[in-house]
């Protein structure tokens, strides 16, 4: 059987850098995924995310296995090619389900496809 562990205050072993249950709830990742978006889009591994899908050209959408709380998340990810300098992104029409990104060439204009894909969500 499950057992829940209910405290109200959670340190290391030195009882030193406490933590409140809200507290890790809060900071912890609450969905993230690495995937290839460079020809046939593949995912690698993930956690909390169903799929992603290719939107063409540099723009994808990360989508949720479960819903999160609100659309006012924090999104941080990165773009790359393997053999050469990555790229920025840009997160747009955050909602509870989904997010869509695009990968944007470093020192250059438009998008590109990449085949390091890496995306990070943070919620409450």
Do not use: H
Not at 35 to 45: E, I, K, P, Q
Not at 81 to 100: D, K, L
């Amino acid at each position: 059987t499950m057992s829940t562990l209910k405290v109200a205050t959670i340190q290391d072993t030195s009882g030193n850098n406490s933590s409140t249950p809200a507290q890790v709830a809060s900071g912890r990742c609450k969905a993230w995924v690495n995937f290839n978006g460079d020809g046939t889009l593949a995912v690698r591994d993930s956690f909390n995310v169903s799929s992603v899908t290719d939107l063409g050209t540099g723009n994808y959408q990360v989508n949720f296995t479960n819903a999160m709380p609100n659309s006012n998340y924090c999104f941080t990810g990165c773009v790359a090619f393997f053999a050469v300098r990555g790229g920025m992104i840009n997160p747009y029409n955050a909602t509870t389900t989904s997010v869509r990104f695009e990968g944007l060439r470093q020192n250059a204009n438009g998008v590109a496809d990449y085949e390091e894909c890496n995306a990070a969500i943070f919620a409450d």
